[in-house]
């Protein structure tokens, strides 16, 4: 079946740096989607990205919908200590009802 | 507020019993999704339905059941087939039967003891 890789698996960064992620596929996808999940509690929807090549930014968060249509980057500016989380891709379709979820990218920041 | 609500936050089963975990959604969203999360995996989806009283499913639906009798309800049975059903499970929700936005409840936590 489809698959998602994400990377970095996990990373501990300093409060107040960048961080970058990023989300690959084989396959093509229509519609990528960036969630964030605190421990015990279900996934908020970040940026959702719809046409390839689009840059969509939500405060400090700003994430691209690859031209191949086979990947999508996350990129957090000046982290602060609620940016701890677990950040997953999803890629889809756009036809069926079909979601594909990378397995995360677990973020810790470091006071 | 608009939302989806999971219910309970936290379940215990002993072995061989069937334990119900309920969702429910404000949002006049079309189709529900059940997933399934373990450490270090990306969610998998369980069942999805897209109208009241169709479901379909997903890619580990032995073990578990679902109906959907309201729209705004969409409840998940993990039978005693389920043999390792220890994991935290998510329900999500979308507008429109081809909706590309989808939206979680809080997740239930469910053990086996």
């Known amino acids: 079946g489809q698959q998602l890789n994400q990377s970095p698996q996990s990373m501990f960064i300093q409060e107040g740096e960048d961080v970058s992620m990023n989300c690959t596929s084989s396959s093509i996808f229509n519609t990528w989607l960036w969630y964030k999940q605190d421990p015990g509690e279900g996934p908020v929807l970040l940026i959702a990205?719809?046409?390839?090549?689009e840059l969509t930014s939500n405060g400090r968060l700003t994430a691209q919908f690859g031209i191949t249509r086979k990947d999508s980057f996350l990129n957090i500016s000046a982290s602060i200590p609620s940016d701890v989380g677990i950040y997953f891709c999803a890629g889809h379709d756009n036809y069926g009802q079909n979601f594909v979820f990378g397995p995360g990218t677990r973020l810790s920041v470091l006071p | 507020d608009g939302g989806i609500t999971q219910s309970p936050k936290y379940l215990f089963r002993k072995e061989g019993q069937n334990v119900t975990l309920s969702c429910e959604q404000n949002?006049?969203?079309?189709?529900m999704y059940w997933y399934r999360q373990d450490p270090g995996q990306g969610l998998r989806l369980i069942y999805y339905s897209q109208i009241v009283n169709d479901f379909q499913k997903g890619d580990i639906a032995e073990g578990y059941s679902v109906s959907r009798e309201k729209k705004e309800s969409f409840p998940l049975t993990v039978t005693s087939a389920q043999k390792n059903p220890t994991a935290f499970y998510l329900c999500a929700s979308t507008f429109g039967w081809t909706g590309t936005e989808a939206f979680f409840g809080q997740g239930t936590r469910l053990t086996v003891v």
């Open positions: 949002l006049n969203h079309d189709a």
């Open positions: 990205l719809y046409k390839a090549g």
